[in-house]
T-cell receptor
Framework: DTEVTQTPKHLVMGMTNKKSLKCEQH?????MYWYKQKAKKPPELMFV???????INESVPSRFSPECPNSSLLNLHLHALQPEDSALYLC??????????????FGPGTRLTVL | SQKIEQNSEALNIQEGKTATLTCNYT??????LQWYRQDPGRGPVFLLL?????KEKRKERLKVTFDTTLKQSLFHITASQPADSATYLC???????????FGAGTRLFVKA
């Protein structure tokens, strides 16, 4: 199984809502990532978890809250978002081999619209 | 600051020709460089990886070169097909870290 799954595929939420994005992989990867991608822009790294510990937080606003309950799951909790947060949110995973080149496996993304 | 530039926002070529995409970077010393394909509304899909000490890598109709002196990578698709139409992203990463920096991508259109 070389797949990263993300739910939901689409999400529309108001600025006062609380919602969560979910990501799952069963490849035994120990690094998991959240990216944000706006139209015609590259994916921008938000968070990285390595061995279930937060390894990188790219100065993301606190209205985005990541969580890694176990090595297969990654959540992104959303609260009080702004319309400019509307984007494609991508989850990715990799082996977490620091000293060896490695590719990332991306999920299909969640298309988020904030009204 | 670290910067990655991909040669053009869009590239149009005729079916059967070779598509050549360019990736230039500044203020960075990557240990390796990757190319990904992304279709609209989908996640990127890994294509090729080349290390800093490698000059060229091939996989079927794909070829990538890496020149650390020029700080440039070229990505070639030979005998292009309409199904190759997509956005191609180059990405840089250092070993010892998890941060990957992506270029903005080049949208390739292959006309039949």
């Amino acid at each position: 199984d070389t797949e990263v799954t993300q739910t939901p595929k689409h999400l529309v939420m108001g600025m006062t809502n609380k919602k969560s994005l979910k990501c799952e992989q069963h490849m035994g990867h120990r690094a998991m990532y959240w990216y944000k991608q706006k139209a015609k822009k590259p994916p921008e790294l938000m968070f990285v978890y390595s061995y279930e510990k937060l390894s990188i937080n790219e100065s993301v606003p606190s209205r985005f809250s990541p969580e890694c309950p176990n090595s297969s799951l990654l959540n992104l909790h959303l609260h009080a978002l702004q319309p400019e947060d509307s984007a494609l949110y991508l989850c990715a995973s990799s082996h977490a081999r620091r000293e060896a080149p490695e590719r990332q496996y991306f999920g299909p993304g969640t298309r988020l619209t904030v009204l | 600051s670290q910067k990655i530039e991909q040669n053009s926002e869009a590239l149009n070529i005729q079916e059967g020709k070779t598509a050549t995409l360019t990736c230039n970077y500044t203020n960075y010393s990557p240990a390796y460089l990757q190319w990904y394909r992304q279709d609209p509304g989908r996640g990127p899909v890994f294509l090729l990886l080349i290390r800093e000490n490698e000059k060229e890598k091939r996989k079927e109709r794909l070829k990538v070169t890496f020149d650390t002196t020029l700080k440039q990578s070229l990505f070639h698709i030979t005998a292009s097909q309409p199904a190759d139409s997509a956005t191609y992203l180059c990405a840089l990463r250092s070993t010892g870290g998890f941060k990957t920096i992506f270029g903005a991508g080049t949208r390739l259109f292959v006309k039949a």
